[in-house]
């Protein structure tokens, strides 16, 4: 296996468990696990932009276009009407 696919599994695995913290805090009653869940996915998180950043340098990944303010202010938008329809 080269390096490139090892990268590639590597934040694929990163990106599965962020998606289970994410799911596990939600659900999540008691104040002190939860407390330790949101830890874990911090570190989490932070291990799998630095993996990110690897990729990015070593020209294994190359990121979109950086959205303009007005498609940051359209989702923006979006989402807090979403949340308060909540």
Sequence with gaps: MQEKDMVYDALSDLNSSL???ASMISQTNNTQLR???QQMRDSCEKRQYDLYKVAE???YYKPSQPATPNEIQTVKSEMTV???MQ
């Design 82 to 84: 979403s949340a308060n």
């Design 35 to 37: 407390q330790e869940l």
């Design 57 to 59: 340098q070593k020209g």
């Design 19 to 21: 998606n289970t913290y």
